[in-house]
């Protein structure tokens, strides 16, 4: 699989991430099987956050993988924290006893990337900074990163903490697509010119921060996949064109769609079909044109200006 730079990091990291959000619904063998999958594919970057099935999903990934010494130096761990029940938490105390926590599940010394998950509107960046030295300096992680923020966040972030930004991972797909439309309906007196995100797109590739865009396949928020969907179909009509032309699957298209923004993405995959995950992975081999890559977007229900 080809790889990119996390960030502005030294971090080689595969384009496409496997997200361990629902992993609790499978049982060993399908567990097994589905981190078998991933690694044989070259997809070795494992998202978790320490709220995926409170925190059964790290412990349940960590006996698939069969965790080791050996298994650890070949892969690639990603998690997050931040979110507590009814309520959002950056608070140094908080930061410090999830990186435990999630490293006991997973069974490691350290994560090669932590990602304050949702914004704290209480934040203290001081205590960010605090805790991110701390995690640095005593190995337990490598690089850090953001979730669902905006650039003016970041940038109060960035004021505190010494350590690189490298991500930003953010609700991004064909049908969810306002971060990039909004950017060719400037000044325009319609809906699309809304800008919603602060630029957010632009931002992160004027700073080197890698987007990993979430729910790849999902319409409006966990409403559910707009592939095959009645819903839309004059995009799954175009979609569909598009992969009987390069030999895939729509499943490939969906994720080649981003991976041909010049941001250089790193989608991050929901699956646990273990063919769905082969597909997702196939998407690095493929490059859409740019007419079918404007024709999907058009398809999508967007209107040029």
Request: hydrophobic fraction near 35%; aromatic fraction near 26%.
């Given at each position: 699989m080809r790889t990119i730079k996390l960030g502005n990091s030294a971090l080689e990291v595969p384009v496409v991430a496997v997200g361990c959000m629902r992993i609790n619904s499978l049982d060993k063998a399908e567990a097994e099987r589905f981190v078998q999958t991933s690694l044989e594919e070259g997809a070795n970057f494992f998202d978790h956050a320490d709220i995926y099935g409170g925190g059964n999903c790290e412990e349940i990934f960590a006996d698939a993988i069969h965790m080791s010494d050996s298994v650890r130096e070949n892969i690639i761990l990603q998690s997050k924290c931040g979110i507590r029940k009814g309520m959002f938490d950056f608070s140094k105390e908080h930061i410090l006893a999830s990186v435990d926590g999630i490293l006991k599940r997973l069974r490691t010394d350290y994560l090669d990337i932590l990602l304050l998950h949702r914004p704290d509107t209480l934040v203290e960046p001081e205590e960010v900074a605090e805790a991110f030295d701390i995690l640095e300096s005593s190995g337990k992680v490598r690089h850090f990163g953001v979730s669902n923020q905006n650039p003016m966040q970041i940038q109060l972030l960035q004021k505190y903490v010494k350590q690189p930004i490298v991500a930003n991972q953010l609700q991004l797909s064909i049908t969810n697509a306002t971060m990039i439309t909004n950017g060719f309906n400037v000044n325009m007196e319609n809906e699309a010119a809304v800008n919603r995100d602060g630029s957010i797109l632009d931002f992160?590739?004027?700073?080197?921060?890698?987007?990993?865009?979430?729910?790849?396949?999902?319409?409006?928020?966990?409403q559910g996949v707009f592939l095959g969907n009645e819903k839309f179909p004059e995009l799954n009509k175009k979609i569909d064109e598009v992969a009987e032309k390069h030999g895939v699957s729509n499943t490939t298209i969906a994720i080649a769609w981003l991976l041909r923004h010049p941001a250089r993405m790193q989608p991050v995959t929901g699956t646990m079909n273990v063919e769905r995950l082969r597909d997702c992975c196939r998407a690095s081999e493929v490059q859409l044109s740019r007419e079918d890559w404007y024709g999907i977007l058009r398809a999508a229900g967007n209107v040029l200006p």
């Open positions: 992160c590739r004027l700073n080197d921060i890698t987007i990993q865009p979430w729910s790849p396949f999902q319409y409006g928020f966990f």
